[in-house]
């Protein structure tokens, strides 16, 4: 199949809900697709995940994907080309040689959040619960940063239940986007994660990124 597919409005609900509960081996072909890669491209890299064409075929009858438009799947090609040739990922260095920002006087690392009286959920997208912000968080930034790469770290995230299975994956992630794009990078996404995970707490110690090396 040399077609090029994306999701529909219902792919990306289910994806960010689990409203019409998937499979799981589904659920992984569908977060791949992205209306960039052919379907042959896609089913050669899970092959080993026993997904199909018949896979598919199914995803497309039941309304989860459709075939890209050629003008979209060439615009997205080109982004991607444009972006790949003039950004030079960053020297990797080692994650606890990030600084961690600087602690409160209580000994937790304070949470950069809205003006003061503002509600913690206001950090939240409209209409997505905790849960669903973090989810779309570590799919959307995986392929961006990571690319292929991250794609164990995409199955790590499906499977993840709660809130707590959200935060274990703050390390192995934070590690994969530093030898991918650099310090920098890690830095910015620690931030913007750390807000979603700890929303309106403040972040223990122990979940830093200097303390993440012991």
């Known amino acids: 199949m040399t077609k090029v597919f994306d999701k529909t409005e219902k792919g990306r609900e289910e994806i960010a809900t689990r409203k019409y509960h998937l499979s799981p081996r589904a659920r992984s072909l569908l977060v791949m697709i992205d209306g960039k890669q052919t379907a042959d491209d896609l089913l050669k890299k899970v092959a080993g995940l026993g997904l199909t064409e018949q896979c598919m075929a199914d995803l ?6 459709r075939e890209a438009s050629p003008a979209s799947t060439v615009a997205a090609v080109s982004t991607v080309s444009a972006a790949s040739s003039t950004a030079a990922p960053a020297p990797s260095a080692p994650l606890h040689d990030i600084p961690a920002l600087p602690d409160t006087q209580s000994g937790n690392r304070a949470i950069a959040l809205a003006p003061s009286g503002t509600p913690s959920d206001a950090l939240l997208p409209d209409g997505q ?13 995986i392929k961006s940063t990571i690319g292929l790469r991250g794609y164990a770290l995409q199955l790590k995230v499906e499977r993840a239940a709660t809130i707590e299975d959200f935060r274990q994956l703050k390390k192995p992630y934070l590690e994969a986007v530093v030898k991918a794009q650099g310090q920098e990078m890690a830095r910015s996404l620690r931030d913007r994660l750390d807000k979603l995970l700890y929303l309106g707490e403040p972040i223990p110690e122990s979940a830093t990124i200097a303390g993440l090396h012991n």
Do not use: H, V
């Open 129 to 141: 619960t905790q849960y669903e912000a973090i989810y779309r968080f570590y799919n959307e930034t």
């Open 60 to 65: 497309l009858k039941d309304g989860y994907i």
